[in-house]
């Protein structure tokens, strides 16, 4: 850290609220000026980019001020959980780039610990065995300006109470016929105060402890506690938790002290327009094949931006642009593509590809002749040198860059007009060859070996200039152009609607045999990014190889939603 910054944090400046808060405790001298973050996601699908907003917050905050951040697989509902997640998260976090050394925890470590604080709680009056139906216990929750009902099982004795909730982790009882509760007030303002459930019966296998337990914990009884029996100090979660944080703290208390007691601070969660966010939905998206699985590029989870060719640093600049605060707000995809632009055009290779080829014979340029023209690889960095790259007789440029009767202002290339070959020659077109159907086949042009890249001929002016590919030299592949998901701003906020009617049905196009300069396909290592010049990024498909080269369109090189919004 800059030496400046260093002393700005000393003093507590910049600092957002989450930051400020710790910061305030950590000054206070609280739980021993420890700082302890942890990041707590259910093993229950792939981590999303609202994820990787609190992995940025919980990560990063323990990083600014030097405490350590635990990642904890919060593993308590064995039906939906499973190990394929595990490793996916595990791969995501250190993807982003962060680590939790070797403090990877699980809920289900503790269902021991927890299970004997439920026993004490019912031997002090403070839970009991409720035989009611979650319909029925709903029913008496009454309203936030009613209040609830009393179970008729709220009384019984001790003996009972420790003799059922034995039984129901023995695996006596069916699925859903018992609960255990928590004693605390049915009539409270705070809905999670009318006697929450703090077990229910589960009779799945778990991915960790197996049959052992018959019963689990909830989410209110398991997390607090967690955090206490890791040495958790800040528990920071998104909004959603502010009504359950008394409920954290009434749990806590019956383990703390003074001298040390973990705290929940709540922040905004991240939604994204274009996009969806919940997990459930993305896994009916993965189920009902509507994209190709959990890193489909088109998907908001981090391993299908990580495939799409989005950068850690992109994401990590873009959190810190939108911030954290306490209002919920819907952000735009375009800010965030925005920041992946920026990143890519720092370190993305300059290469030359035709997508929607058509061929160009120079019919004054010697047959067999092949020049090498030097191509600077990122005008943005002075470090990244030039390749080189074949000029030839024959070459392919973009077909929607030829008109053979142009609109006025079309400066690319038009029967009689000139153009430039980028970093080689003025070219002039002379004629085309068309096909049966009135197709064009071939372009012909002459150039003008005065004009090569470097010599006075050179600065001649013209108005277009174009990208090709020497046609004897170039390499097939395949492009996937990517856009997004769903071309509804929301779709979250449409509950009426089917998902299958919002998605965008051009999110994905696929285009076969595109024309690559050799220097990409020499290249086409996984994790390289290029900018096709005039066309956009690209990043080669995992499931590309050798002799079937497929690239990812990450993103064009300008924003045409935002074009289109504001027509
Ligand atoms: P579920 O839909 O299963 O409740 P979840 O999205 O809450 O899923 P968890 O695995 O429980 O998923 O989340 C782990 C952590 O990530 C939690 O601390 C949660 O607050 C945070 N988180 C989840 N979604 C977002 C989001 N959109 N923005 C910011 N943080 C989020
Ligand atoms: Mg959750």
């Known amino acids: 850290m800059a030496e400046k910054e260093t002393e700005e944090l000393n003093e507590g400046k910049g600092l957002n609220f989450v930051e400020q808060l710790v910061y305030d405790d950590l000054k206070a001298g609280k739980n021993g000026g420890r700082l302890n973050t942890r990041f707590p996601p259910e093993p229950n699908g792939y981590l999303h980019i609202g994820h990787a907003k609190a992995i940025c917050m919980d990560f990063g905050i323990a990083e600014k001020f030097g405490g350590t951040c635990n990642l904890r697989f919060d593993d308590t509902n064995p039906v939906k959980e499973d190990v394929e997640y595990v490793d996916s998260i595990r791969e995501d976090i250190h993807w982003l780039g962060f680590d939790w050394g ?53 009384n019984r004795s001790v003996e009972e109470n420790l003799d059922l909730f034995e039984r129901m982790n023995k695996g006596e009882f069916d699925e859903g016929s018992r609960v255990l509760r928590a004693k605390i007030d049915m009539a409270s303002d705070n809905m999670h105060f009318r006697d929450p459930i703090m077990y229910r ?114 994401i990590r600049n873009f959190m810190d642009r939108i911030g954290y605060t306490k209002y919920e707000a819907l952000n735009s995809m375009s800010l965030l593509e925005h920041a992946v632009r920026e990143d890519l055009n720092a370190i993305s290779t300059r290469v030359m590809a035709v997508i929607n080829p058509v061929k160009m014979v120079i019919t004054n340029y010697p047959e067999d002749k092949v020049e090498s023209v030097s191509m600077e690889n990122n005008p943005e960095d002075p470090e990244a040198g030039t390749h080189e ?45 068309k096909d049966a159907d009135g197709n064009i086949e071939e372009i012909y042009c002459t150039y003008d070996p005065d004009t090569r890249s470097g010599l006075p001929g050179s600065m001649r002016k013209v108005k277009g200039t174009l990208h090709w590919v020497s046609a ?52 086409a290592e996984p994790g390289e990014h290029f900018q096709f010049q005039r066309i956009g990024y690209f990043t080669p498909d995992k499931s590309s190889a050798p002799g079937n080269l497929i690239f990812n369109r990450t993103i064009a090189l300008k924003d045409s939603w935002e074009k289109e919004k504001n027509k």
Request: net charge neutral; with cysteine.
């Open 102 to 154: 070797d403090r990877e925890y699980y809920a289900s470590d503790y269902f021991p610990q927890l299970y004997d604080l439920a026993v004490r709680m019912i031997k002090e009056g403070k839970a009991y065995v409720d035989d009611q139906t979650s319909e029925q216990i709903a029913a008496q929750k009454g309203t936030p300006t009613e209040p609830g009902q009393e179970s008729p099982y709220r």
């Open 201 to 314: 019966i589960i009779k799945h296998p778990h991915h960790r402890t197996g049959t052992k337990w018959n019963v689990y914990p909830m989410y209110d009884f398991a997390h607090g506690q967690s955090d206490y029996f890791e040495g958790v100090t800040h528990s920071i979660c998104t909004l959603e938790f502010v009504p359950h944080r008394p409920l954290y703290e009434y749990f806590v208390k019956e383990l703390a002290d003074e001298s040390y007691c973990p705290r929940q601070i709540e922040f905004n969660r991240l939604n994204l327009t274009y996009t969806v966010m919940s997990k459930r939905k993305l896994l009916q998206l993965v189920k009902e094949n509507l994209v190709n699985g959990w890193d489909d590029p088109r998907m908001p989870t981090i391993s299908g931006m990580r495939r799409r060719g989005f950068t850690p640093r992109s």
């Open 389 to 433: 790259m074949p000029f030839s007789r024959e070459i392919y440029i973009e077909r929607d860059d030829f008109m053979e009767n142009p609109p006025k202002k079309f400066f690319r290339l038009a029967p009689d007009k000139e153009v430039r070959l980028k970093g080689a020659y003025i070219v002039k077109c002379t004629g085309v060859k």
């Open 472 to 523: 004897g030299h170039a390499v097939n592949a395949t492009a996937r152009l990517y856009d997004r998901l769903f071309n509804v701003e929301n779709p979250a906020a449409e509950t009426d609607r089917y998902f299958r009617d919002m998605l965008n049905p051009d999110s994905l196009k696929v285009v076969e045999n595109i024309k690559l300069e050799p220097y990409i396909a020499e290249h």
